[in-house]
T-cell receptor
Framework: NAGVTQTPKFRVLKTGQSMTLLCAQD?????MYWYRQDPGMGLRLIHY???????AKGEVPDGYNVSRLKKQNFLLGLESAAPSQTSVYFC?????????FGQGTRLTVV | AQRVTQPEKLLSVFKGAPVELKCNYS??????LFWYVQYSRQRLQLLLR??SRESIKGFTADLNKGETSFHLKKPFAQEEDSAMYYC????????????FGKGTKLTVNP
């Protein structure tokens, strides 16, 4: 039982490049979330999913897309990375109401 | 709309002193409130939830519906309590998205 796993852990992108962050959970959770964590801003919700095949926008969705083709995976995509997207990204899944988090992905856009 | 407010970005106390981290919320229904903690370079983890009414690592939090608050308290702070603390809210039964406050960085000085 690995819990919530994010890949990659670190990444450096050039402005305009694209990438996909993968979140995988093996706990059969329905809800999954993507957050970004920035100094002084706390955790801001980017997108979330209430089940396989469904996604919804959070607080700061612009510049990101997501997909939940399989219940255990929640993908976060950046189509054209910008320096403002430099952040630490956390994925989470919930069982009932308790959230379990991944270890984070540190993304730098130069 | 769901909103969580943590008015203090930074809080510094001395070892053995009492500590209180403030959290206020806004939600039209009956929310479930949580405190999550993030130690340096680690993933977020659940500290406690209001429905369990338990004390974890000496911390307690009481839900005050009249004041819409869920302050976190500890009578005698320890150096190992130094961390980021996030207050979070979710609709009862997990029916809505999980929303976090901006966090409070607690530093316990020797």
């Amino acid at each position: 039982n690995a819990g919530v796993t994010q890949t990659p852990k670190f990444r450096v992108l050039k402005t305009g490049q694209s990438m996909t962050l993968l979140c995988a959970q093996d706990m059969n959770h329905e809800y999954m979330y993507w957050y970004r964590q920035d100094p002084g801003m706390g955790l801001r919700l980017i997108h979330y999913s209430v089940g396989e095949g469904t996604t919804a926008k959070g607080e700061v969705p612009d510049g990101y897309n997501v997909s939940r083709l399989k219940k255990q995976n929640f993908l976060l995509g950046l189509e054209s990375a910008a320096p403002s997207q430099t952040s630490v990204y956390f994925c989470a899944s919930t069982r009932g109401t308790e959230a379990f988090f991944g270890q984070g992905t540190r993304l730098t856009v130069v | 709309a769901q909103r969580v407010t943590q008015p203090e970005k930074l809080l510094s106390v001395f070892k053995g002193a009492p500590v209180e981290l403030k959290c206020n919320y806004s939600y039209s229904g009956s929310p479930e409130l949580f405190w999550y903690v993030q130690y340096s370079r680690q993933r977020l983890q659940l500290l406690l939830r209001h429905i369990s009414r338990e004390s974890i690592k000496g911390f307690t939090a009481d839900l005050n519906k009249g004041e819409t608050s869920f302050h976190l308290k500890k009578p005698f702070a320890q150096e190992e309590d130094s961390a980021m603390y996030y207050c979070a809210l979710i609709g009862k039964g997990g029916s809505e998205k999980l929303v976090f406050g901006k966090g409070t960085k607690l530093t316990v000085n020797p």
